[in-house]
């Protein structure tokens, strides 16, 4: 029922048993400007596979559902205009209606859980913005995380969401949220934030062990695993806290609401900080990659 195509490389893996990680490919076309967007893509695929494990960048192509790109179909979607943003609403109709469109982190997850893919690697995961006590605006992915049983590597979520409101619905939804290697849950572009972490965790042993438990007790949903930016590449929070407001206030001021407000958020702060902010987009998504290379190898690991 589902077109559905496997890259070379992911099918490979499979048959051999190797640890896979999904990558999503929002964060190409709406994360990124172009040509960054198609470098940073082949450079965290590359981090997977320096790190013991295999890429599989997740998107929609005319219909297909697709489980790792070829480098040419990664070249056109980074460089293609009004590619559709797909969540949980929308992945089925687009495949559908053989449309195009990148998938955010719900998204991801659906379509990896579907290929067997227990781990995947993102920048930052959406959660609630700031003001939602009004807009309502909360991201599908906190809800997918709940759901699906896929864990995900992040640097916690973006600074521009109201991180402890973005904690709180996590915490209710029984999502874990660990952090790696720290107390403070990170904060995207810098690597503390004054919000503690439910949960730490030093390994990527015990982050798969506690993968497979929430399998064994029926538990559904994924596990949130909060790696914080390299504090060589951060930006801190106080130098940053200002250009958020701005870009928030811009917003505000030019009525941007739904799916469009991470887009036109992280291009403001990227104009904002004369890319600034995307150097340290860049160093923390391939720390991510590894990190999730590792906790798939040690899930294939306890499986032996
Ligand atoms: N991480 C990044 N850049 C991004 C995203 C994550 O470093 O652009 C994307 C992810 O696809 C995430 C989405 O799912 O932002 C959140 O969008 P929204 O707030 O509309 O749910
Ligand atoms: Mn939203």
């Not at 998107?59 to 697709?66: D, F, N």
């Not at 759901?147 to 409101?165: C, E, N």
Request: proline letters at 6%.
């Amino acid at each position: 029922m589902i077109d559905l195509s496997l890259s070379e490389e992911v099918r490979a893996a499979q048959a051999d048993n190797k640890p896979l990680v999904a990558l999503e490919s929002t964060i190409i076309t709406h994360g990124m400007p172009w040509p960054q967007n198609v470098e940073v893509a082949r450079k965290v695929e590359a981090d997977v596979r320096a790190a013991g494990a295999v890429p599989a960048t997740i998107a929609v192509l005319e219909g297909t559902l697709h489980i790792g790109l070829e480098s040419g179909q990664l070249l056109r979607l980074g460089q293609a205009r009004g590619v559709a943003k797909l969540s949980r609403a929308d992945l089925a109709a687009c495949l559908a209606t053989g449309g195009t469109g990148s998938t955010t982190v719900a998204a991801t997850m659906i379509a990896a859980r579907h290929a067997g893919i227990e781990v995947f690697a993102t920048g930052g995961i959406g959660g609630v913005h700031k003001g939602a006590e009004t807009t309502f605006d909360i991201s599908a992915d906190l809800q997918e995380l709940a759901q699906t049983p896929v864990t995900v590597v992040a640097a916690g979520a973006k600074a521009i969401l109201d991180i402890p409101k973005t904690l709180e619905v996590l915490e209710t939804l029984g999502v874990p949220v660990i952090a790696y290697h720290q107390d403070a849950f990170p904060a995207f572009w810098s690597a503390s934030s004054p919000h503690r972490a439910p949960l730490r965790m030093n390994a990527p042993e015990p982050i798969a062990r506690a993968h497979r438990l929430r399998g064994a007790l029926g538990l559904p949903g994924g596990q949130l695993v909060a790696n914080p930016i390299p504090e060589a590449d951060e930006i801190p929070a106080e130098e940053l806290a200002p250009v958020i407001a701005r870009a928030q206030a811009a917003a505000d001021r030019q009525g941007i609401s739904g799916k469009a407000l991470t887009p036109f958020l992280l291009s403001a702060i990227f104009e904002a900080t004369e890319g600034r902010s995307l150097t340290a987009n860049i160093a923390l998504v391939r720390n991510n990659a590894r990190l999730a290379a590792r906790i798939a190898a040690a899930l294939k690991n306890l499986d032996a």
